[in-house]
């Protein structure tokens, strides 16, 4: 019977401190953050945070001039990363977990998925509130 109530009472204190941690919130806005340009170009990321949630992830690839990249060319094909499917994957993932934590980079596309999350990532420590 002792078991039974120590068991019981670790059971119930548990469930209270998984109860009663913390949830990150947000401050509502806009945040934007740039990597450097390595001269083959570069990553820019817009991350919304509405309601303190992050409503939308936009992850773009600018060339060494600043323009963005043409997605169509960037498919899987001609030796480059399928970045078209890539941003769209990781974006979703992102706004699903409502946090970078436990998103990987993309096998393919390890350093331009990698910069995204890590710009991502910077926008979010800025929003905390």
């Given at each position: 019977?002792?078991?039974?109530?120590?068991?019981?009472?670790?059971v119930?204190?548990?469930?209270?401190?998984?109860?009663?941690?913390?949830?990150?919130?947000?401050?509502?806005?806009?945040?934007?953050?740039?990597?450097?340009?390595?001269?083959?170009?570069?990553?820019?990321?817009?991350?919304?945070?509405?309601?303190?949630?992050?409503?939308?992830?936009?992850?773009?690839?600018?060339?060494?001039?600043?323009?963005?990249?043409?997605?169509?060319?960037?498919?899987?094909?001609?030796?480059?990363?399928?970045?078209?499917?890539?941003?769209?994957?990781?974006?979703?993932?992102?706004?699903?977990?409502q946090?970078?934590?436990?998103?990987?980079?993309?096998?393919?596309?390890?350093?331009?998925?990698?910069?995204?999350?890590?710009?991502?990532?910077?926008?979010?420590?800025?929003?905390?509130?």
């Amino acid at each position: 019977m002792r078991k039974f109530v120590v068991v019981f009472f670790t059971v119930i204190l548990v469930g209270l401190l998984w109860g009663c941690r913390a949830k990150v919130q947000y401050k509502d806005g806009t945040y934007q953050k740039e990597s450097e340009n390595s001269g083959y170009g570069y990553e820019r990321v817009i991350v919304v945070i509405e309601n303190g949630k992050i409503k939308s992830v936009d992850l773009k690839r600018l060339d060494s001039e600043g323009n963005e990249v043409n997605y169509d060319e960037w498919d899987g094909s001609n030796n480059r990363p399928n970045l078209k499917a890539y941003r769209t994957e990781l974006a979703k993932e992102i706004i699903e977990k409502q946090s970078t934590k436990n998103v990987e980079a993309i096998s393919g596309a390890t350093n331009t998925t990698q910069n995204w999350i890590n710009l991502v990532e910077a926008c979010l420590k800025e929003a905390r509130k």
